[in-house]
């Protein structure tokens, strides 16, 4: 399991959202995903932030983090879930805003932690 967390660590660029295009989801910050050794973490995607704290699973030979998190969205309090399935410096995944929206995005590796 050390070599899929290994697989998760580091700075992720989102480069794509289902639901939201890149006006939106680089409008303050361009939009990321952090993941730390210990498998918390935060990201930014248009005026939703927040904090991760994740679990590490394989799914179909590749590893995954699951995470619940909170934050805000445009200022109000958030939280939610989501995931990251990581494939070599690719990575798709998914993020859950409890009781609002939710998209899938792609993503790649920004640091060479690997």
Known sequence: ????????????????????????FDMEVP???????????????GLVQGELDGRIGVIGGYPRLEFSWSGSDEND??????WLQVTGNAAEGGIFIHQGDDSR?????QDDSA
């Open 77 to 82: 309090e958030a939280s939610g879930r989501g």
């Open 31 to 45: 939009t990321y995903v952090t993941v730390r050794e210990n498998l918390t973490g935060s990201f930014q995607f």
């Open 105 to 109: 995005f792609s993503a790649t590796r």
């Open 1 to 24: 399991m050390k070599q899929a967390n290994k697989a998760v660590i580091g700075q992720w660029r989102i480069t794509d959202m289902e639901m939201w295009d890149a006006e939106y």
